[in-house]
């Protein structure tokens, strides 16, 4: 049985029966079968309006999902019924990618080996999917699997989080629903993590998505059978740039936004913010100011800005890594326990190069604070470690902004935007560690397919 819990306050929510091998194989050998028998493939039209349905389905819960994400997650009320507006557009989303979905034509007759022949490419669905989501969006991260899966035409056999099963669940439910039919759509909670590698390394899937940390996420890669894609979004330590010429007053609200949102558990959350030396003091004052009015508690309240992080282990660590770079000399600002697993907001003012929260993830409600002199500096150390996915510079100097832009080592590159922006139909990857391959609804859509070429001799 798996027992999900409140975040906030680990008060029972529900237990659940998990799948063992058995379950496991018939999963995988219904979700084939429906891929094999192409009379009952869904033709596009029907997966739209199943789609369309479903964003609608999704839509008279809005309420109900907003508060299972504040409890099984942790997310404050507020930012859950974000992630449940974005959820439906994702739907909605996923069902346009099919009004633009095509080949192309190749050219022929260029030679004259080629002559008499007309060649086009078409697109087909690849085959069974297996998706592994993460915590921290329980129901966005699982229509970015799903949907794109629907869409396309792909079984998908679709694992959530251990933490936060419960979004998940439901959403299930409402594809079938919304009219697709059984075994097109299935939910997966393994018994053991052993059972979830042998899901994710088996012959029969065609293609791996998944979202978690780097150490399971290319383990897994290295184990996929043979000929097996996969996209793997990973994490970061996204870097912020504050140039000399930026406007303090502009920029301390969406720092604030984006190092704290869901209590920095987000792969591109703010961590590392590197300010011009000038500035620096004035910028510390100011963003300590609204770091301290962060309102945290129960993510249940509407008023919540900041809620618990997902397990006491996990506040547990984040709070040893503040106390290791505070030890080494740096300056700390807020911070402390204020539950098993609720943390106050802290700063961290130069940390040491060399401690894990320079070096690692934090993914707690921390954020690093560097001074600088040249800004070429600020870039040099913003792309020192070996992850690279989302980052940011704040300036009014337009050569400032196209030069950290190029030389940035991003997937992405805000300009006067925190680092955690994030639309759901644009392209977010992570690069070198930080992830393999593109998501975003049309892009995993795109993952999601293999081009055939058909050529016609006259």
């Not at 007309?118 to 921290?136: D, K, Y």
């Not at 008023?303 to 618990?308: A, F, K, L, S």
Request: glycine share 6%.
């Amino acid at each position: 049985m798996l027992e999900v819990v409140q975040a906030f306050d680990r008060k029972h929510i529900a237990d659940l029966s998990t799948d063992d091998a058995a379950a496991l194989e018939s999963k995988l050998e219904t979700a084939r079968a429906r891929f094999l028998n192409r009379n009952d493939w869904l033709a596009p039209h029907e997966r739209m309006a199943v789609l369309r349905r479903l964003a609608d389905l999704v839509a008279l819960q809005r309420e109900v999902f907003a508060k299972r994400i504040a409890c099984e997650g942790g997310k404050p009320y507020t930012d859950a019924l974000v992630e449940t507006d974005r959820a439906i557009d994702g739907i909605r989303n996923a069902a346009d990618v099919l009004r633009t979905r095509g080949g192309v034509e190749i050219p022929m007759g260029l030679t004259q080996a080629s002559d008499n022949r007309r060649a086009w490419t078409i697109q087909e669905p690849i085959g069974v999917v297996a998706a592994i989501s993460a915590f921290n969006h329980p129901l966005n991260l699982i229509v970015h699997q799903v949907a794109p899966a629907i869409a396309t035409g792909c079984p998908v056999i679709i694992k959530p989080a251990a933490a936060t099963p419960l979004c998940c669940l439901e959403l299930v439910k409402l594809v079938h629903q919304a009219g697709m039919p059984e075994g097109w759509v299935q939910a997966f909670l393994p018994e053991s993590r052993i059972l979830s590698s042998a899901f994710a390394s088996d012959a029969r899937i065609a293609f791996l998505s998944f979202i978690g940390s780097a150490e399971v996420g290319w383990r897994l890669r290295a184990n996929l059978a043979p000929g097996t894609r996969c996209a793997l979004e990973h994490g970061g330590v996204a870097p912020v740039i504050v140039d000399r010429s930026a406007k303090l007053d502009e920029i301390i609200e969406p720092l604030a936004k984006g190092g704290y949102y869901h209590a920095g558990q987000v792969c591109v959350s703010v961590q590392r913010i590197y300010v011009h030396a000038e500035l620096k003091e004035a910028f510390i004052e100011r963003f300590a100011a609204r770091v301290d009015q962060l309102r945290v508690g129960d993510p249940t309240r509407a008023e919540t800005e900041v809620g618990p992080l997902i397990t006491p282990d996990e506040a547990t660590r984040v709070e040893t890594w503040i106390d290791e770079a505070s030890t080494a000399g740096a300056r700390r600002i807020g911070g402390g326990r204020l539950s098993d697993t609720t943390l106050r907001p802290a700063i961290l003012v130069d940390p040491p190069r060399d401690t894990k929260v320079s070096t690692h993830e934090i993914f707690g409600p921390v954020t690093c604070v560097y001074g600088y002199d040249e800004v070429e500096d600020a870039i040099a150390a913003a792309n020192s470690l070996p992850v690279a996915f989302q980052a940011s510079i704040f300036t009014r100097d337009l050569d400032v902004a196209f030069n950290a832009a190029e030389k940035l080592d991003a997937s992405a590159v805000m300009v006067n935007d925190h680092s955690a922006f994030r639309t759901d139909w644009m392209p977010f990857a992570g690069r070198r560690e930080s992830g393999y391959g593109v998501g975003g609804i049309p892009f995993t859509a795109r993952e999601m397919t293999a081009e055939k070429m058909i050529v016609f001799k006259r």
